[in-house]
């Protein structure tokens, strides 16, 4: 049995849920982080039974600069040492940027990138003097070409994902290994709540959480930098740096406002 630490934000729902069950099953202890405090602890009462691991929660909004650096304060109080980073939490709005909430926006971003890479920078510190870590960023699909209607979501995971390949390089022989998960529209609450868009991507065709979870658990493993599920996806990533970036975007856009 592992007494491994594995930290997930974004751990009541969806992907970090999912990434809670696998972790779980291979007896790593938990450190579950997202803003529904009930909901949370309701999800490691039944790690906990099932599993016989050991499970923190915390609850907080980590738009906020502030409650990162609680996050912190209470794993160091804790005396946690976090072996396996999954910086999960993540969000987005669907419309015109000039139509969008701009105050809501711009905690997506903070969430997004800001708070992302904070906390990366806090639990990597530790993880390089002990010569032992893993971290895994979730970014999207959507950070491999320019999305329209969701321009600064995408251009948040372009973020993600570029700073995890430049960390990843940076921290080479260090004992610690950094890697992006980009998968494609997925069932999570992001896209069940731009459901009642009526936009078809964020209805037909929506990965399994579980299936992101696994395939990101796997390469993290394996050590991969880039992780993509599904072989579509895949070949779909490669190719966008083949075509005229104009093409993309405007084919992007359209896929975006499919309707069913």
Known sequence: MTTETVLITGASKGIGLEFANIFAEHRYNLVLVARDANLLEQQAELLITKYGIEVNTFAGDLSSQTTVERLYQYIKKEGIDIDILINNAGSGGLGLMTELDIKKEMEYLQLNMISLTYLTRLIADNMVKRKHGKILNVASTAAFQPTPRMSMYGASKSYVLFFTEAIAEELKGTGVQVCALCP????????????????????????????????????LMKNKTVIIPGFKNKLMAKSVGLLPRKWVTIYTRKLIEQKV
């Open 184 to 219: 494609p529209s997925t069932k999570t609450p992001l896209t069940e709540g731009l459901a009642d868009t009526g936009t078809k991507i964020f209805i037909k065709n929506l990965m399994d959480p579980k299936i992101v979870a696994r395939c990101g658990f796997e390469g």
